[in-house]
């Protein structure tokens, strides 16, 4: 049974994109042995170096999940084609790989060399892609509960996908400026490269392009949503300027900051692909709420990951987040146990030595431990939520996202 | 909201003896006026320059009366008569009474929310520094008194002279939007456009952090925190326009003006530029090119939200062509305007002060003494590199200011003709004095 299981799930993560964006779903264990050496390492409490790859927790909720669906397909042998799922992967591997070719089509309007390689600079394909390929499976998913024994993706849905990358991207490179980053997906910034200046007309750029995108869907919902988003982008930067006193009032201020500057954006990406498939309000709030949750997720694990991981793998420098005089996650937590991380918050780690200090001691507290927690803890909310929809191979590969988001080592 | 003015003006209030009026008269936002990029010097000793003008001529401007002939003598070119600035006045202010209030400030209203008094908390540190956001925000709040591109101000009496193909629809609209014959989403779209003006022109503030051009540590700190606050800044303004633009719900609007967004863009990126993005001419620039870099750069916005807001009120194809042609052509006019001032106004401008190489008095020169071409060309990483002293004497002393006047004369003339076509109205008569004044305050 284990056999078969860790068969089934290799073949259907073998068609999902981030496998090949994601290092673990490279391990050949079966999901036995990866449950107890994570229950080992958990169980031990020890800090988290490198996270165990592949079955946690989720294994459970996710195997539960699965058996929502026929049972006859429990027992497919690995690498059988079967009528749907691995099509799923194919498919949704196709929008994307489709995707990049097509932003860069969409900005390479203008017969500006220099502004079209600015622009283009980053859909190169080596972005993890995260939110289209959840743009993606969530619209086709809604789609395939809207209209049963159907499974299809509007060209509209597929737009809005490519609208959020490029407000992501739109976002990074002004991001870039503003954090005076040299270094971003393994290459140089485009600050780095071309100047301030230019990065932020480029942006711009970007961004005024996706809004001409926007517009063309000619579905004003649509527009009002995800222009909201762009509006909590900006409100985010602005909360991350200040600082709360009140350490109470900090983590909530993080929370809420986290959301408008992450979460945000895919959830109303979620949301805008479910009014585009014509889901009624109650659905639009479960797209919503797995947008949210998983968004919320990925950012405490990025942030986690900032302070666990090598800078080799992440392509871009890590304890970054200290650097920046930003108090994330593990940090807010670790002020548990060391009380004096608060004025080393409130000086936004600026002296000499505090960065290092509060590395140490981030490292010796449950923060970690905690943030992973919380990650999790969001990851089952989202499970919860899309798992009101009716079964399809999307809605499992939407469940199983929760997994990678939460095992990422980039 | 003049209290939250006056709050927002005390929070900048700069140093060296400048005063910020708490109210101010007419719209503006002088960035364009000059395309000039000082250098750090030049900047700090030009804030020290600029007279503080006093509150009741403000006043004055706000509530429509005339502005007294005395102050503006005081202040106006001693070059130019002194009747031709109460007609812009004039003109302004009678404008603003049929549109029905003053559209000062239409850019700023939304930086006025609470979050965002954080923005002046911020800038304020800037106070001292070089950064270009600083004089941008000054020019923004403090009136700058040859500044004509009231954006908001045209496409409001646009509107008003184009009438409303459905007026059931202002019927509907509550008793306070109803004066002005103007709807509602028609005054967010003027609100709107000059918030996307201003916040190019914040972003157009952000400096290249080259080392070499900042050698010292604490002006680079300057800089970079002065370009966080920018960046920000025109952000916010950009994320507000769109959730504006998308409340408008009419895609057709959206679209439009996200495309003229792109096309600012892109003006940034055409041709030659020195290391801080100044623009250098090249070789067999023609007045042609001036026009699309351009249109690109002031036109698109113009005459796009012109066609927006007809579309808003549902008028054909046709017309809107018209309000495009109309916003295209006044655009062109403001832009041979905003050129020729270093060479016009002596006062605001002294011989000496950096301005846009590629304006059209200097392409208008180049193009029949090529000598001057070279020199400009030789200066190779940046423009500081050369004496804009002789390059003014230069240039008086030629053909360039003559023509630029002309071409300046030429699109306020089509303007008007396209105007023509609009029905009889006060809002039309007060779009021609306002083109008129513009015609003649050169």
């Given at each position: 049974?284990?056999n078969?299981?860790?068969?089934?799930?290799?073949?259907?993560?073998?068609?999902?994109?981030?496998?090949?964006k994601?290092?673990i779903?490279r391990?050949?264990?079966?999901p036995?042995?990866?449950?107890?050496?994570?229950?080992?390492?958990h169980?031990?409490?020890?800090?988290?170096p490198?996270?165990p790859?592949?079955?946690?927790?989720?294994?459970?909720?996710?195997?539960?999940?699965l058996?929502?669906?026929?049972?006859?397909?429990s027992v497919?042998?690995?690498?059988?084609?079967?009528?749907?799922?691995p099509?799923?992967?194919?498919?949704t591997d196709?929008?994307?790989?489709?995707?990049?070719?097509?932003i860069?089509?969409?900005?390479?309007?203008?017969?500006?060399?220099?502004?079209?390689d600015i622009?283009s600079?980053?859909?190169?394909?080596q972005g993890?892609?995260?939110r289209?390929?959840?743009t993606?499976?969530?619209?086709r998913?809604?789609?395939s509960h809207?209209?049963?024994h159907?499974r299809?993706?509007?060209?509209s849905?597929?737009?809005?996908?490519?609208?959020?990358e490029?407000?992501?991207?739109?976002?990074?490179?002004?991001?870039?400026?503003?954090?005076?980053?040299?270094t971003?997906r393994?290459?140089?910034?485009?600050?780095?490269?071309?100047?301030q200046k230019r990065?932020?007309m480029?942006?711009?750029?970007?961004?005024?392009?996706a809004?001409?995108?926007?517009?063309?869907?000619?579905?004003?919902?649509?527009?009002?949503v995800?222009?909201q988003?762009?509006?909590?982008?900006v409100?985010?930067?602005?909360?991350?300027?200040?600082?709360?006193?009140?350490?109470?009032?900090r983590?909530a201020?993080?929370?809420?900051?986290?959301?408008?500057?992450?979460a945000?954006?895919?959830?109303?990406?979620?949301?805008?692909?479910?009014i585009?498939?014509?889901?009624?309000d109650?659905?639009?709030?479960v797209?919503?709420?797995?947008?949210?949750?998983v968004?919320?997720?990925f950012?405490?694990?990025?942030?986690?990951?900032?302070f666990?991981?090598?800078?080799?793998l992440?392509?871009?420098?890590a304890a970054?987040?200290?650097?920046?005089?930003?108090?994330?996650?593990?940090?807010?937590?670790?002020?548990e146990?060391?009380?004096?991380?608060?004025?080393?918050i409130?000086?936004r780690f600026?002296e000499?030595?505090?960065?290092?200090?509060?590395?140490?001691?981030?490292?010796d507290?449950?923060?970690?431990?905690?943030t992973?927690?919380?990650?999790?803890?969001?990851?089952?909310?989202?499970?919860?939520?899309?798992?009101?929809?009716?079964?399809s191979?999307?809605?499992?590969?939407l469940?199983?996202?929760?997994?990678?988001?939460?095992?990422?080592?980039? | 909201?003049s209290r939250?003015?006056?709050?927002?003006?005390?929070?900048?209030?700069?140093h060296k003896?400048?005063?910020?009026s708490p109210?101010?008269?007419?719209v503006?936002d002088?960035?364009?006026?000059t395309r000039?990029?000082?250098v750090?010097?030049?900047?700090?000793?030009?804030?020290s320059?600029?007279?503080?003008?006093?509150?009741t001529?403000y006043?004055?401007g706000l509530?429509?009366?005339?502005v007294?002939?005395q102050?503006?003598?005081?202040?106006s070119?001693?070059?130019?008569?002194?009747?031709k600035?109460?007609?812009?006045?004039?003109?302004?202010?009678d404008?603003?009474?049929i549109?029905?209030?003053?559209?000062?400030?239409?850019?700023l209203?939304?930086l006025?929310?609470?979050?965002?008094?954080n923005?002046?908390?911020?800038?304020r540190?800037?106070?001292?520094t070089s950064h270009?956001?600083?004089?941008?925000?000054?020019?923004l709040?403090?009136?700058?008194?040859n500044?004509?591109?009231?954006?908001?101000l045209?496409?409001?009496?646009?509107?008003?002279?184009?009438?409303?193909?459905?007026?059931?629809e202002?019927?509907?609209?509550?008793?306070?939007?109803?004066?002005?014959g103007v709807?509602?989403s028609?005054?967010s779209?003027?609100?709107i456009?000059?918030?996307?003006?201003?916040a190019h022109?914040?972003?157009?503030g952000?400096?290249?952090l080259t080392?070499?051009?900042?050698?010292?540590?604490?002006?680079?700190?300057?800089?970079?925190?002065?370009?966080k606050?920018a960046?920000?800044?025109?952000?916010?303004?950009?994320s507000?326009?769109?959730?504006?633009?998308?409340?408008?719900?009419n895609?057709?609007?959206?679209?439009?003006?996200?495309?003229?967004?792109s096309?600012?863009?892109?003006?940034?990126?055409?041709?030659?530029?020195d290391?801080?993005?100044?623009?250098?001419?090249?070789?067999?620039?023609?007045?042609?090119?001036?026009?699309?870099?351009?249109?690109?750069?002031?036109?698109?916005?113009?005459?796009k939200s012109?066609q927006?807001?007809?579309?808003?009120?549902?008028?054909s194809?046709?017309m809107?062509?018209?309000?495009?042609?109309?916003g295209?052509?006044?655009?062109?006019s403001?832009?041979?305007?905003a050129d020729l001032q270093?060479?016009?106004d002596?006062?605001r401008?002294?011989?000496?002060?950096?301005?846009?190489l590629?304006?059209?008095?200097?392409?208008?020169?180049?193009?029949?003494?090529?000598?001057?071409?070279d020199?400009?060309q030789?200066?190779?990483?940046?423009i500081?590199?050369?004496?804009?002293?002789?390059?003014h004497?230069?240039?008086?002393?030629?053909?360039g200011?003559?023509q630029?006047?002309e071409?300046?004369?030429?699109h306020?003339?089509?303007?008007?003709d396209?105007?023509?076509?609009?029905e009889?109205?006060?809002a039309?008569?007060?779009?021609?004095?306002i083109?008129?004044a513009i015609?003649?305050c050169d």
């Open positions: 049974m284990a078969a299981a860790a068969g089934r799930v290799r073949s259907l993560f073998e068609g999902l994109l981030l496998v090949r994601c290092a779903a391990t050949n264990t079966t036995s042995v990866r449950w107890s050496q994570y229950r080992t390492i169980e031990s409490k020890e800090h988290l490198k996270l790859p592949g079955g946690t927790r989720r294994c459970d909720t996710a195997r539960r999940a058996s929502t669906s026929s049972p006859a397909r497919q042998q690995p690498g059988a084609e079967t009528r749907d799922e099509d799923t992967g194919k498919t196709d929008d994307i790989k489709q995707m990049f070719t097509d860069v089509q969409e900005l390479s309007t203008t017969d500006n060399q220099l502004l079209k622009a600079y980053y859909f190169d394909g993890k892609a995260v289209p390929v959840i993606c499976l969530t619209a998913a809604i789609n809207t209209h049963p159907r299809f993706l509007l060209p849905q597929r737009r809005v996908a490519m609208i959020t490029m407000i992501h991207t739109a976002s990074l490179v002004h991001d870039d400026v503003i954090d005076a980053s040299d971003r393994g290459k140089a910034s485009v600050n780095k490269h071309w100047g990065a932020i480029a942006g711009d750029y970007i961004l005024s392009v809004s001409t995108m926007l517009a063309r869907i000619r579905n004003d919902d649509v527009t009002l995800l222009s988003v762009l509006a909590d982008l409100q985010g930067e602005f909360m991350q300027l200040g600082s709360k006193e009140n350490e109470n009032e983590f201020h993080y929370l809420r900051k986290t959301f408008k500057k992450t945000s954006l895919i959830a109303y990406s979620c949301k805008a692909v479910a585009l498939g014509g889901a009624d109650e659905i639009q709030e797209a919503f709420q797995y947008g949210r949750n968004g919320m997720a950012q405490l694990m990025d942030d986690l990951l900032d666990v991981s090598s800078s080799n992440m392509g871009k420098p970054a987040d200290l650097r920046l005089g930003l108090a994330t996650a593990p940090v807010l937590f670790a002020c146990k060391f009380p004096d991380l608060n004025p080393m409130m000086r600026t000499p030595g505090d960065v290092e200090k509060a590395y140490r001691w981030v490292m507290s449950e923060g970690p431990r905690q992973r927690m919380l990650a999790e803890t969001h990851c089952a909310e989202a499970i919860r939520h899309i798992g009101q929809l009716k079964p191979p999307e809605q499992r590969s469940i199983r996202l929760t997994d990678t988001v939460l095992n990422r080592m980039k | 909201m939250n003015i006056s709050f927002l003006a005390k929070k900048l209030r700069l003896g400048l005063n910020i109210v101010s008269g007419v503006h002088v960035g364009s006026k000039s990029r000082d750090p010097s030049r900047t700090m000793s030009n804030m320059k600029t007279p503080s003008i006093s509150p001529s006043a004055d509530f429509g009366s005339l007294s002939d102050q503006l003598t005081q202040q070119n001693p070059n130019q008569t002194v009747t600035k109460p007609d812009w006045n004039r003109a302004v202010s404008a603003e009474k549109v029905g209030y003053p559209t000062s400030y239409l850019s209203r939304c006025l929310s609470d979050e965002i008094s923005i002046a908390v911020h800038v540190k800037l106070v001292g270009p956001l600083l004089k941008t925000a000054k020019r709040i403090y009136n700058g008194r500044n004509m591109q009231t954006r908001g045209i496409v409001l009496l646009l509107s008003k002279a184009a009438g409303h193909m459905n007026p059931e202002l019927e509907v609209a509550d008793e306070q939007d109803k004066p002005a709807s509602h028609q005054r779209l003027a609100e456009t000059e918030m996307i003006h201003t022109l914040i972003h157009k952000v400096v290249n080392p070499s051009d900042f050698p010292d540590g604490n002006t680079l700190q300057d800089m970079t925190f002065g370009n606050i960046i920000l800044s025109g952000d916010y303004l950009l507000n326009a769109c959730t504006g633009l998308a409340a408008l719900k895609s057709k609007v959206v679209e439009l003006i996200s495309t003229s967004i096309d600012f863009m892109e003006a940034e990126f055409i041709g030659v530029q290391t801080q993005s100044n623009a250098i001419p090249t070789k067999n620039m023609t007045m042609e090119e001036w026009a699309a870099r351009n249109y690109l750069a002031a036109g698109s916005l113009m005459a012109c927006a807001t007809l579309v808003l009120a549902g008028h194809e046709d809107q062509q018209k309000g495009f042609e109309f295209k052509q006044i655009a062109y403001w832009q041979a305007h270093p060479f016009l002596l006062y401008c002294p011989p000496g002060t950096q301005f846009d590629c304006s059209a008095p200097v392409l208008l020169h180049c193009q029949q003494h090529p000598e001057l071409l020199y400009i030789s200066c190779g990483d940046s500081d590199n050369l004496d804009f002293k002789y390059l004497q230069t240039i008086m002393q030629g053909p200011v003559k630029g006047l071409l300046c004369m030429q306020a003339r089509k303007a008007l396209v105007l023509a076509d609009f009889r109205s006060d039309r008569e007060a779009l021609e004095n083109i008129h015609m003649e």
